[in-house]
């Protein structure tokens, strides 16, 4: 009998493991993820905007001698001695600029991040305070494979430019801060904006703007910020400029926390009759906001925006991050001539800088956490899809190759069992299939 029970207790403790195992792999795909619902070969459904539409083709060229790149070539195909490589200018993602190293800067910059208390004192005063050391602790629960590096190192940015290729992510969005002016954690970067554009030509990659919310960011010096990025970078062979379906050939421009903006001062911008238009001029664009909340659609359309994008990888973290809401918001879009652009990600956990943010976690499951917001945004057909990100390391959102790390205080997380660039593959993949995919819609 005692041996019976015994048994029965082990069998009963295994059984528990298992279902605690399974819930907190499950935990990291709510709130609705579906795979059922979204599985391979999936019939996609959903009409498709008129406003910006692209027509897709595949182009020839050689790397030398580049076509000009608008929304009319979604896939360019590359010809180098040793291969051909595909790049795709309807997959952009989220590029930063804001690291630094001893070797470099004097001074680790990010990676020696703060730890951000919470605003509750008493849920702050339960959490580890202080900063990061690097280089054997950094501001991340993953380790890059170039290690603590400076945003500044050529070495680092030929190495991202080529990683971003692999991927065939075609267009790098910025994060950008006028000139003098940086996070409160960084230091300014503006100057380094020429590099970066040079690098990313090298591979035919374009690059965009993702304006932050910098101090004092109004519609006014929004405009300076425009008519400064234009006239400095406008002529560069990687500067990325979207056709519209009027056949207009624009800049396009993420703004970041848009909603910090009242509609009217936006309006005075984007909109043909206010006081510092920009429309119609040769500082006009395509302007895409940020949703968040569910009312900010409504403040968006009134602002005179071009577009909507959700940014955020942590699904169910906002209404516009929630891949359960993309459809409506796409339907919106669509009754309203706006573009939808989701955003997705490969997992999100930033604990490494907000330890009391666990509750938004969302693990990568080995890349099926990435399929899953990918097959949901190819769902509601998209003119373009942003990923988030190539390198927010403290946000846990980067397919940059990472490696497994041990050191006496931390064990980082890694992508094992797969390689460093298994994500970077990841997207290449599904570039590819966004590409048939639209073949399919404009049949």
Not at 107 to 113: G, S
Request: with cysteine.
């Amino acid at each position: 009998m005692t041996r019976l029970r015994r048994k029965a207790l082990v069998a009963l403790f295994l059984f528990t493991l298992f279902i605690f195992g399974t819930m907190m792999g499950l935990r990291t795909l709510k709130p609705s993820d579906g795979f059922s619902d979204l599985a391979p070969g999936m019939d996609l459904t959903g009409g498709r905007s008129e406003r910006r539409r692209a027509d897709v083709r595949d182009v020839l060229a050689s790397p030398g001698q580049p076509p000009h790149m608008d929304a009319s070539y979604t896939k360019v195909v590359f010809t180098k001695s040793d291969r051909d490589f595909s790049i795709f200018y309807d997959v952009h993602i989220f590029y930063y600029l804001w690291y630094g190293s001893p070797s470099v800067d004097n001074k680790y910059i990010h990676w020696d991040h703060v730890l951000v208390p919470h605003w509750d004192p008493k849920i702050a005063a339960s959490h580890a305070q202080g900063r990061h050391t690097p280089p054997e602790d950094i501001a991340s629960s993953f380790y890059p494979e170039l290690g603590p590096y400076s945003s500044r190192d050529p070495k680092v940015l030929e190495s991202h430019m080529a990683q971003i290729e692999a991927a065939g992510a075609g267009v790098l969005v910025l994060s950008w801060y006028p000139p003098g002016v940086a996070d409160d954690h960084g230091e300014p970067s503006e100057d380094l904006v020429p590099a970066v554009m040079d690098a990313a030509h090298k591979h035919s990659i374009k690059v965009a703007f993702h304006i932050q919310p910098y101090r004092g960011r109004t519609d006014q010096n929004v405009h300076d910020n425009i008519k400064y990025i234009i006239d400095k970078y406008g002529k560069h062979g990687a500067f990325y400029r979207f056709k519209t379906s009027t056949g207009q050939v624009l800049p396009l421009f993420y703004i970041y926390d848009s909603y910090l903006t009242p509609p009217e001062s936006w309006a005075e911008l984007l909109t043909p009759k206010g006081s510092q238009s920009i429309r119609g001029t040769p500082y006009d664009g395509v302007f895409v906001a940020l949703i968040v909340e569910e009312r900010h659609k409504h403040d968006i359309l009134a602002s005179g925006f071009d577009g909507i994008y959700t940014y955020f990888a942590s699904n169910g973290f906002s209404f516009g991050s929630s891949h359960q809401n993309w459809k409506a918001i796409k339907a919106f879009c669509d009754a309203s001539n706006l573009l939808f652009i989701p955003s997705v990600g490969p997992g999100y956990i930033d604990t490494a800088v907000r330890p009391w943010n666990n509750h938004n976690t969302r693990n990568r499951v080995n890349g099926r956490y990435y399929d899953t917001a990918l097959q949901a945004a190819l769902s509601v057909r998209p003119d373009i899809v942003t990923i988030t990100s190539f390198n927010q390391w403290h946000e846990g959102t980067q397919i940059e190759r990472a490696v497994p790390k041990k050191t006496v205080t931390r064990l980082y997380l890694d992508y094992q069992p797969n390689q460093p660039d298994h994500f970077l593959d990841l997207t290449h993949q599904w570039a590819e299939s966004f590409h048939r995919e639209k073949d399919k819609w404009l049949m």
